[in-house]
């Protein structure tokens, strides 16, 4: 295994100007917290447009909910894919045309389903008999996408089986639904921070096999939802966005080439992973018994308060320490909490510098992500995440 | 394996009388919520008491830090264990006295060190030599427990080795706290849901021979933390209190028969597990492919508004159900989020009536310990778990 080692403070990487400088006027500003380049965002959805420019971004709102954010995406003309009733309103508070909120969460309850039509919502997404008869009887005339089951390979946030029908269910919802007076669609989702381009590549077969059926029956479907899966910049290297564009334009040549209905992305954590950075400090060192190698660093923020993803050590963020990077030695990364399951990083092989100590701080790189909505509202007595969000038009390094 | 069944509404198992009479009066109440019986609290209190008759309880706050259980708390003559500033800093809002919390987080900033000693509390934890030197420099006079490593073994939720140092550490922590003008104890933890009587056994040996090397030096323990561990009635049965109590006496007076100074204990989910009753409706049944035999039964709560300790599917907590229990069927449970990993239970072999619908209430039964205070502040737009207390001075029916 590559050792994991930390990355230098004055190496910028996945410091934009506004955050270093936000970070650099705020060194007494109470530990941890998250700064946000909303720049970054506007970049990132430039270039996901570039990369897909037949596709219509709804941005997966969950990723990271602040209004400051959802704002600036709004401004940028993104749609937006929402999971919940509280998602919806939020949306339409700050602003955002309804048809522009694609209800994209499978498990619905009813009434909510009927909340979202009333308030002009005329997209969801559903995989199961039950959940489309939700559709069929209080969102009459709207659009459905019914979710193909994918295997997740090659993605890092694991995909479960919660999620998606096989071809023969969706073909018969697709049916039902079409009789029923809907417009139909189907989508799927490769999984989270997806690391191979190609995996766009069977389900977009499967897709085009399961519309040229439909197509036979006379059914034509209004649109493909390729889901998210665009990474951010952890510890393991991802390939460019283009490439990601290159392959699924080449899948869907291959496999929809005449294909005359709306390509809809949903990136979330694409969009807002590298926007963020956590500021935190190490707040204890120490070895444990039966552990003489690895050095334990207990950070003032852990999977409770914000970093939720490093479940199963499943994302792996960038660190940034000072001291001397050219003396690592292991540690184990852990949080701050009472709580056993607590522990950040022990067999991903991180490494910082020997020469850490109490009080310094720390910065997590590229978790603009799944980071502050997570925090607990009271875990172990501790605040949820702060975040503070910045922006220039100035000219600035950004992150890969 | 044992398949685990619903438990039937009408069995008042887990339901006492003003959990029963408040679900009740509030069929229309949005779900999910936890309804909380502080009666439940003071019942537990003094079976603890009765128990184990010599020892002093800190109750962890972590546990559930909600207003109403300090104060129910407080007022039957409890102190408090607390994790942060926070949780000293609730505490003492609700007019606790500073005497009666001891800062048993052994990962503790040294700001939060002096805080907590300016405002007037005496007694930490730490299990490292930088952790120590912050209490000599912040906590004079103080006591401070030093925390020796269990293996954790029978406890159902994991105890890592973030926790406690070997004997030899811990003697020379002691030497050094002492030389500093710090009383001292020795503390320990066997794990949260600790099912077995016997795991004090071991480390209460340990602790023996460890005071009995400080004493033939002249250092003299103030006091012995026994840590918590007491379990909730979740599926798996459980030995009574008395049993515990039998245990841990018995290995007091094997060990450290002479003992005259202080002895803690540090309940938390004990206190308060079985107290609460969580609401939850079923959202959607579906079946996913590839598993012919189990119904997918998604609930309204999970893994991020509440059910965190479902992780790894390490708690189980009993499920009540409406409808046929001579008719039961396999299913898996999982939350309402967007999220993969938002499974609760895939592998325990729960099984539910046949006859479940979409709609149904479903009630999950001792969740009344780490569920509210985990809550994310907004996963997926989800609100977090609200929470209603009741009680009463009627004789009514207590779980177990």
């Known amino acids: 295994m590559q050792p994991i080692g930390a990355v ?3 190496e910028v990487s996945g410091l934009t100007t506004p955050i270093a400088r936000f970070l650099d006027g705020n060194t007494d500003m109470p530990t941890p ?6 720049d970054v965002v506007a970049l990132r959805y430039r270039q996901l447009r570039e990369a897909l420019p037949a596709a219509k971004v709804f ?3 969950k990723a990271n909910p602040a209004e400051e954010v959802l704002t600036a995406l709004e401004q940028l003309g ?9 998602e919806i309103e939020r949306c339409l508070r700050i602003g955002i045309e309804p048809e522009r909120l694609a209800y994209g969460n499978t498990i619905k309850k009813e009434r909510d389903v009927a909340f979202a039509y009333e308030v002009g919502v005329r997209t969801f997404t559903v995989d199961a008999e039950a959940e489309l008869e939700k559709v069929v009887r209080q969102a009459p005339g709207s659009t459905v996408y019914v979710r193909i089951a994918t295997d997740g390979t090659g993605a890092d946030w694991p995909l479960s089986r919660k999620f998606g029908c096989d071809m023969a269910e969706a073909a018969a919802l697709i049916r039902r639904a079409a009789w029923a007076g809907l417009e139909f669609g189907a989508s799927f989702h490769v999984g989270s921070q997806q690391r191979d381009v190609r995996a766009w590549d069977r389900p977009l077969a499967d897709v085009g096999a399961l519309l040229d059926q439909l197509r036979s029956e006379g059914l034509e479907a209004a649109g493909i939802n390729l ?3 665009f990474p951010s910049h952890y510890v393991d290297p991802v390939p460019e966005l283009g490439a990601y564009g290159t392959a699924i ?3 869907l040549a291959a496999n929809l080439g005449g294909f005359a209905g709306e390509v809809l992305v949903e990136p979330g954590r694409y969009l807002v992973g590298d926007a963020g950075v956590i500021e935190t400090e190490v707040v204890l060192i120490s070895r444990r018994p039966d552990n003489d190698e690895a050095r334990w660093v ?4 852990g999977m409770f308060n914000g970093l939720t993803e490093t479940l199963d050590e499943s994302i792996r963020y960038r660190v940034g320490t000072p001291g001397d990077r050219a003396n690592q030695g292991p540690v184990v990364l852990a949080g701050p909490s009472c709580d056993s399951a607590d522990v950040l990083y022990e067999k991903a092989g991180y ?3 020997l020469d850490l100590r109490i009080g310094d701080r720390v910065r997590l790189l590229s978790t603009g992500a799944y980071t502050s909505s997570y925090s607990s509202v009271w875990f172990n007595g501790f605040e949820p995440l702060r975040c503070f969000f910045v922006s220039s038009h100035d000219q600035r390094v950004v992150a890969a």
């Open 8 to 10: 230098g403070l004055d």
């Open 33 to 38: 917290f998250l700064v946000f380049d909303l």
């Open 59 to 61: 941005y997966a709102v």
């Open 78 to 86: 993104s749609s937006f894919d929402v999971a919940s009733r509280g």
């Open 227 to 229: 889901g998210g899966g």
């Open 249 to 251: 334009r080449a899948a």
């Open 298 to 301: 207990y950070l003032d923020i």
């Open 351 to 353: 490494q910082l510098p």
